[in-house]
């Protein structure tokens, strides 16, 4: 192998990804997972990949693509694939107005439903892209000081992902110290339990929180998702912005299937998804109802 310029121009060793290898990938996984992979995504996608190249002892980027597109190694490369082309940034507390939505009004009012969710049957949550758990540990967090103030109150959290990575890391429930900032501080010291080792401070989900949660592998393209279809808010945020319009449209038509009348789908707060011919309706920013 010969070293080369980088675009740069630093005199070291550079390993291009080519434009007919980053087309063939990228349709590739639009196929399977919608993202939509347009070229300004090329130098993250070869930045990425070169990790793969490097984990596999291959020569090169091209040695890699001619070994996952060419060589028939797809199939067991896919989740790696996958993995390493996908998105997965994630806060606590994310977007918090989803949160005091449901504090003050949203689980109100579907416990007044007249299937009573929460007290007849545990209510139902399911955070569609949960990345490496903040959200759905949030969502826990919060549902636990809801039973606080409510003895009978009953919940369940599906949450799940394409990206075995973060899936794994989320049932984990390990995260650095720094990530619990935009948690309120008594709900961080009744819910998370602080690691002895100071020079790399990190915080563990006590095991109520994490018990609270089912993680499971579901890729939003799949044309059945294998989950309960009375569930009662459906959290999908900060992934529909990654599909095109037609998939947006078609994930949000099969989430829909998953939720019951009166129930909720939050998605994030930079996703329009006005247009689309839905069984819902807009009760607030990024909030919709079922009808
Ligand atoms: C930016 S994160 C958002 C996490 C969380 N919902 C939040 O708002 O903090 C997007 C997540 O969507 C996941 N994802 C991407 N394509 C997916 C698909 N087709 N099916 C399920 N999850 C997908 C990614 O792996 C990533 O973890």
New binding site residues.
Partial sequence: MRGTLTPSGENSFYDPLSRRDFERLGRLIED????RMPPSKHTMVEGRLRRRVKALNLANLSEYCRYVLDQGALEQELVNL??AV??????FF??PQHFRFLMTEGIQSLMALPHRPGIDRPMRFW??????G??PYTLSMVLHEVQRANRGFRFEIFA????TE?LTKAKMAIYPEFMASPVPTDIARRYFLRSQDRETPTLRLMPRVRQSVRFGH?????PDYGLPTDMDVI?????LI??EKQIQCA?LAKLCRHLRPGGYLLV?HSETISGFDLPIEQIDTAIFRRR
């Fill in positions: 399977y997972c919608g993202i996958i993995d996908t998105t997965n940034k994630t806060d994310r977007e955070s569609a892209a949960c990345a490496s903040a959200e799940t992902d394409i990206c973060v579901l890729n939003l393209m799949d959290f999908c945020r900060n992934i990654y599909f994930v994030g």
